[in-house]
């Protein structure tokens, strides 16, 4: 599995290398990005630390690398600023996204290569993705609520002094203000969330707002993600190149589920080495299921804006 990082200098790009190279199951990093001497600098740093971690080759280089990968993770792109939604970052992100699909396309694609967008506004952009790009739906995704999801229950691990990864619970929709917690689907160690000891309605919802919140949190206190964003991009790129099928809530082309249509949002997901093979539908509560039509709604009319 030979993975490419459009972006790799950056924050983002950077950590989610690190987390690669942490798992040790992807064969290459390959970083590309406009900051030559940053993105090298990185490569760098990665490649001296790969005797205590796996037998990778880890490089930088320029697009063309691209082409002999079977992931290609694009996080270039500008970062909101800490009053800015995701969504306000359209302006300033969709021309230089375009260029960087302009690149992509020119050099081409391996088949079969997966495109993962994780640049905000990522629903936005992962639509643009397989649009100008051209490949089939199921080969394009966006990181989506991933990182969303994560920050959920590891937030509701440490209110609840649980292990992280005993709390189930998925976060829907658009990676943005309207993101949409699934608390009918929550549990801890299988057991309902809400018959949880020491659970109840305003730890639940305090841990929603925090969870709403993290994002720009993050950016106000260190500029912005970067550690939970990298090791939420290497989840879903192990999930890929082990082809281990997991449910996971990445953004893609919706064709029904849940009534979203053409439009890129987050919801259940079976992903494997040919990328997206099922959304899941599950009835929902009336209200998540009412927000969940909204964020879609939210996506598609931005969509339409920026595509006319
Ligand atoms: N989907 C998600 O859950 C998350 C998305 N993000 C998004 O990821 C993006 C990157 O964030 P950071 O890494 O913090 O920013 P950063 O500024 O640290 O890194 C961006 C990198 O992109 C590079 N770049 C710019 N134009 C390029 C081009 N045409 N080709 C190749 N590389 C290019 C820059 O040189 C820079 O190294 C932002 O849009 C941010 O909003 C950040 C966190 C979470
Ligand atoms: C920047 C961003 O999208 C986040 O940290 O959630």
Redesign the pocket.
């Given at each position: 599995m030979n993975v490419s990082i459009?972006?790799?200098?950056?924050?983002?790009?950077s950590c989610a290398a690190f987390a690669l190279q942490a798992g040790g199951i992807v064969r290459e990093i390959a970083l590309?990005?406009?900051?030559q001497d940053?993105?090298e600098g990185q490569a760098l740093d990665l490649l001296h630390g790969s005797s205590l971690t796996a037998d990778q080759k880890i490089y930088a280089g320029g697009?063309e690398l691209v082409k002999d990968s079977d992931v290609i993770v694009i996080?270039?792109?500008?970062?909101?600023k800490p009053d800015e939604s995701?969504l306000d970052?359209i302006n300033r992100?969709v021309e230089?996204f375009k260029?960087?699909l302009a690149?992509v396309k020119r050099v081409g694609t391996k088949p079969g290569a997966i495109v993962f967008v994780?640049?905000?506004p990522?629903d936005v952009l992962t639509y643009l993705a397989m649009k100008e790009l051209g490949l089939p739906p199921q080969q394009v995704i966006?990181?989506?609520t991933?990182?969303?999801t994560t920050r959920l229950r590891s937030m509701l691990a440490a209110r609840l002094d649980v292990p992280p990864t005993q709390v189930s619970t998925l976060i829907l929709g658009e990676?943005g203000d309207s993101m949409v917690p699934i608390w009918s689907a929550a549990q801890i160690g299988g057991l309902p969330l809400d018959k949880f000891p020491g659970a109840n309605p305003s730890l639940i919802a305090e841990v929603e707002k925090k969870t709403r919140g993290s994002?720009a949190e993050v950016i106000k206190k260190k500029?912005?993600?970067?550690f939970a964003?990298g090791v939420?991009i290497a989840d879903v790129v192990h999930c890929i190149a082990l082809d281990q099928r997991r449910i996971l809530p990445v953004s893609s082309l919706q064709n029904g589920a849940f009534g979203l249509r053409d439009v890129c949002i987050s919801v259940p997901t079976v992903m494997g080495r040919s990328g997206v093979m099922q959304h899941l539908e599950i009835e929902l509560w009336p209200k998540e299921q009412m927000a969940l039509t909204q964020s879609g709604k939210v996506l598609r009319e931005t969509v339409d804006k920026v595509l006319g």
């Open positions: 459009i972006g790799g200098g950056g924050l983002v790009g590309v990005d406009v900051n940053l993105v697009t996080t270039a792109g500008l970062r909101r995701r970052l992100n230089l260029g960087i690149d994780v640049s905000n990522v966006g990181l989506g991933v990182l969303d990676h994002g500029g912005g993600a970067g964003v939420s």
